[in-house]
T-cell receptor
Framework: EAGVTQFPSHSVIEKGQTVTLRCDPI?????LYWYRRVMGKEIKFLLH????????ESGMPNNRFLAERTGGTYSTLKVQPAELEDSGVYFC????????????FGPGTRLTVL | QQQVKQSPQSLIVQKGGISIINCAYE??????FPWYQQFPGKGPALLIA?????SEKKEGRFTISFNKSAKQFSLHIMDSQPGDSATYFC???????????FGGGTRLMVKP
């Protein structure tokens, strides 16, 4: 079974540019989560999809961040325009529906905004 | 306000020793407490998890101790090995399928 995949693995952009991160969850996993770790701090929740619907987007920092999940499969996270404080590692995780199922994490996308 | 506080930030242990990482949480409604292990260049991977209805859970060399009244839980790694060198994160969640709230992470180095 393939794990959670994320693309790209690294992205370096200038302040003000746009970047789109992609996450492909494990097949059959209806839950999809985005998290972010900034400069050695804790991993923070951004949002949670159940299938194609946003279940919880309380962690999204501001309206420069837009997440979508087309057809309940892969998800994209767009940052537009990027700011310096958006730098960090963005993780995607997926899990099956149901009680306390393990969240499987992707390898992350390291975003650097210059 | 950080809801899950983890200590220490870094830890050096000799091979064969016991590694202990501690976490404290604020929200008494949390009902699932996993520990994740992360190697460089990889995403966090679930190591072991506990629900608050038990005080201890052991899987191989890894044990979670849980103290509900103190709102604390800890990870013990017995007979620590160099291959255990990684970053460890404690986490907590509220209800099934919900977001994880992470501690700040502990970088563990096990010296040969």
């Amino acid at each position: 079974e393939a794990g959670v995949t994320q693309f790209p693995s690294h992205s370096v952009i200038e302040k003000g540019q746009t970047v789109t991160l992609r996450c492909d969850p494990i097949s059959g996993h209806d839950n999809l989560y985005w998290y972010r770790r900034v400069m050695g701090k804790e991993i923070k929740f951004l949002l949670h999809f159940v299938k194609e619907s946003k279940q919880d987007e309380s962690g999204m920092p501001n309206n420069r961040f837009l997440a979508e999940r087309t057809g309940g499969t892969y998800s994209t996270l767009k940052v537009q325009p990027a700011e310096l404080e958006d730098s960090g590692v963005y993780f995607c995780a997926s899990s099956r529906l149901g009680s306390y199922n393990e969240q499987f994490f992707g390898p992350g996308t390291r975003l650097t905004v210059l | 306000q950080q809801q899950v506080k983890q200590s220490p930030q870094s830890l050096i242990v000799q091979k064969g020793g016991i590694s202990i990482i501690n976490c404290a949480y604020e929200n008494t409604a949390f009902d699932y407490f996993p520990w994740y292990q992360q190697f460089p260049g990889k995403g966090p991977a679930l190591l072991i998890a506990i629900r608050p209805d038990v005080s201890e859970k052991k899987e191989g060399r890894f044990t979670i101790s849980f103290n509900k009244s103190a709102k604390q839980f800890s990870l013990h790694i017995m007979d620590s090995q160099p291959g255990d060198s990684a970053t460890y994160f404690c986490a907590a969640s509220l209800g099934a399928g919900n977001m994880l709230t992470f501690g700040g992470g502990t970088r563990l180095m096990v010296k040969p």
